[in-house]
């Protein structure tokens, strides 16, 4: 069974022929070609594959992409705005809150849920913000600092 | 992809659901934020799957509040449910926020739903042991109509409830509390992202004289479903709350069955649960004695 579905990703609209259980991760990477959206662990355990959704973060490698139809999806890709930065981006350039920058998207786009619904978080809403994303080489000194600091350098 | 099944149905009422589910039986299952059902498949233990039946499309994500208590729509994801308002300022609710707060991460807060904490039955989750410690019932849809059951009854097993063919939850059923009720829930985990080793949901009451009321003690992670500690609870039925009182009832767990894991052998556990089980009366208590004084 294969059906059109309505998707609505960084503010353009695409109609896509979709199986049944195509995952929204594999559609924006593969169909959409948004590779910024990363495959980890592929069952939500990693979050390098988070998007946000209507302004929530959620875990793209683990939704059906036709859940999504009527929802506003963002990914790394539609977070800049006429070529400039958010203030999220900026401080992790600025901070190196990456290294390899395999995990980067799906934390900037962590910490813009959380900065954009609060925008001053205690230390303890920052870490709790990260619980879903994991980091294997920075280690997450810098990627608090960027996200502590990220107000400096503009809006979320 | 991992997870091939043949048809996914975004039906539009209660009663497509229930002939859908007649209709395809064992290969049907519901989905609301999917989380659960996808990682069995990465697991390899959805393979007789075919028919997806999604809820998006039924309005049951909703929270309100009439006589009867605090009705949630079985599609309501958890992050609904935090935010809700009919939650604040009622000092009972407390321990479904501490049980939300321990659900984790934010990105599986945003879909995951109450129905699926609830139909997935599983011990290792944290809100079932919340919703049982307040009396929960769950609403029923079936081919024939609606039932409703205690939350307590309708676990079974690991994966197991009672639903029958043709059936689906509609809404979790928060009864109106009793006057100066105090609730708490406790959870152990190996690290703040992990299902739980140990949980405990507590409810009391307690009145002027801090005699206790109507007790609900449930302990998560332990069994195969979350157990009830009936022997506690009798310790504390009608006494006076002190330290005396608590620690009875922390021994009056005795040596319970507790299903070992790889993080956590029986006796661990039930080290564990001791201590939670006496933190969690001290705070349910506490709360039941700020409310009565107020």
Redo the contacts between chains.
Sequence with gaps: ?NDIVLLRVNGKRYDLKL?????LS?VIRDDLGLKGTKRGC???GC?AC?VL?DG????AC???A??TEGHEITTIEGLEANGKLTGVQQSFIKNMGFQCGYCTPGIII?AT??LRRNPHPTDDEIR??L???LCRCTGYTSIFKSIKEAAEFGPP | ?V??????F?PTTPEEVCELLSKYGKHARI?AG??AI??LA?RGLADEVKE?I?L?KIPLRYVRRDEEGLHVGSATTL?DLMAAEQTRNDPSMLVLMEALHEI?????R??ATVGGEICTSLPLLDLPTALLAVDTEVVIQGPTGRRTILLEEFLVDFFLNTLGKGEFMIEALIPTQPAHCGAAFMKFGRT??DFNLVNAGVRLALDAKRVCMDPRIFLGGVGRVPFRAASSENELRGSEIDGQSISRAVEALGQFKALPQIHGDAEYKRDLAKVLLRDCIKRASERSLVVSSQ
């Design positions: 069974m199986g049944p259980y195509a995952l594999d592929d069952f939500g979050g988070t959704m929530h973060a959620i875990y683990m939704m059906p036709r859940e962590s849920a959380l709790e913000a619980a879903g994303n | 992809m997870f091939k099944p043949s048809d996914y975004q989905v999917g989380t996808y990682e990465k997806i999604s998006r992050a984790r991460p934010m990105q599986v945003a879909v703040a992202y």
